[in-house]
């Protein structure tokens, strides 16, 4: 079956536009997650969806971060004044739903460079 | 909060020897998990073997095994007859155990860049 999908692959911002980067989990997983990885460092939690439950926004690491998950499935991460700061590769997960053994599944992520 | 640590930043081997790669983690939780993730240059993050904290035997998948010394807060990887396709980063992770609404974030180390050569 398919795997997570994100778009765009790559995206080229000025700083201080605003970006939206899309991730399209694997069907019938009620978890989603969104992880950044800046050059050189591991991966980075930004926030968590699981099911109709409130997102777990504790790894935003500013107020101009947000993501929403529109009817359970596609979640959009959006930064908003963009700084270059920002420029890393954004990782989206998903799994199939809350549990001790259950496996996160990577997409490709999105390559996000401010200039 | 938990912490991950991959003290080698890159490792090499020969094809088809043996190479081990280093993780240790700080917690105070007595149960979690612990993941290895092989990240290729197309970015995709693949699980390649996972141990649950509460189990004594070390996990293996084919080529792939861990040594858990839990007292020790260690996980190590061990690649065996390594080939030119293991060529990745590797990414150690840790995961709480599930608790009632809580998340079930990955917490990474920075990772070690695997090169096989031939």
């Known amino acids: 079956g398919a795997g997570v999908s994100q778009s765009p692959s790559n995206k080229v911002t000025e700083k201080g536009k605003d970006v939206e980067l899309r991730c399209d989990p694997i069907?019938?997983?009620?978890?989603l997650y969104w992880y950044r990885q800046s050059l050189g460092q591991g991966l980075e939690f930004l926030i968590y969806?699981?099911?109709?439950?409130?997102?777990?926004k504790s790894g935003l690491p500013s107020d101009r971060f947000s993501a929403e998950r529109t009817g359970g499935s596609v979640s959009t991460l959006t930064i908003q004044r963009t700084q270059q700061e920002d420029s890393a590769v954004y990782l989206c997960?998903?799994?199939?739903?809350?549990?001790?053994?259950?496996?996160?599944?990577f997409g490709p992520g999105t390559r996000l460079t401010v200039t | 909060a938990q912490t991950v640590t991959q003290s080698q930043p890159e490792m090499s081997v020969q094809e088809a020897e043996t190479v081990t790669l280093s993780c240790t983690y700080d917690?105070?939780?007595?149960?979690?998990?612990l993941f290895w993730y092989k990240q290729p240059p197309s970015r995709q993050m693949i699980l390649v073997i996972r141990?649950?904290?509460?189990?004594?035997q070390n996990a293996t998948e084919n080529r792939f095994s861990v040594n858990f010394q839990k007292a020790a807060k260690s996980f190590s990887l061990k690649i065996s007859d390594s080939q030119l396709g293991d060529a990745a980063m590797y990414f150690c992770?840790?995961?709480?155990?599930?608790?009632?609404?809580?998340?079930?974030?990955?917490?990474f180390g920075k990772g070690t860049k695997l090169t096989v050569n031939p």
């Open positions: 997960a998903s799994s199939l739903t809350q549990g001790d053994s259950y496996e996160q599944y």
């Open positions: 069907s019938g997983h009620t978890a």
């Open positions: 969806f699981q099911g109709n439950s409130a997102p777990d």
């Open positions: 917690t105070s939780e007595s149960d979690y998990y």
């Open positions: 141990q649950e904290a509460y189990k004594q």
């Open positions: 992770a840790y995961r709480s155990p599930i608790t009632q609404g809580g998340s079930e974030k990955l917490v």
